[in-house]
Nanobody, 122 residues
Framework: VQLQACGGGLVQPGGALRLSCVAS????????MAWFRQAPGKEREFVAA?????????HYAASVKGRLFIARDNAKNEVLLIMDSLKPEDTAVYYC???????????????WGQGTDVTVSS
């Protein structure tokens, strides 16, 4: 199982980006999926999460609530981070994360994507 993230880039303050993370391999079911980020010189921090069942309940870090939105497309094994009203303090490497059941690991395991860079600067 691999998580492949893409969609990062350079954007001006107030701009928008859309990050995508696709799970590939012998996946059977994606449970809770999430995004984390790590700014230069700082520890990795939680950004947003979405449940795999129960109506896709979401949870956000206070710093991003109302500006960043997590969504999922189960048919595509994809989780999105829709980013709006971006601020310079959103600059970071963004990582997707998920608990995934696969043919190789029926009990499931936690996986991380490789990260995609987001820079918010004028």
């Amino acid at each position: 199982v691999q998580l492949q993230a893409c969609g990062g880039g350079l954007v001006q303050p107030g701009g928008a980006l859309r990050l995508s993370c696709v799970a590939s391999g012998r996946t059977l079911s994606l449970y809770t999926m999430a995004w984390f980020r790590q700014a230069p010189g700082k520890e990795r921090e939680f950004v947003a999460a979405i449940r795999g069942n129960g109506g896709g309940m979401t949870h956000y870090a206070a710093s991003v609530k109302g500006r960043l939105f997590i969504a999922r497309d189960n048919a595509k094994n994809e989780v999105l981070l829709i980013m709006d009203s971006l601020k310079p303090e959103d600059t970071a490497v963004y990582y997707c994360n998920g608990f995934i059941i696969s043919s190789d690991n029926p009990e499931g395991d936690e996986y991380w994507g490789q990260g995609t860079d987001v820079t918010v600067s004028s």
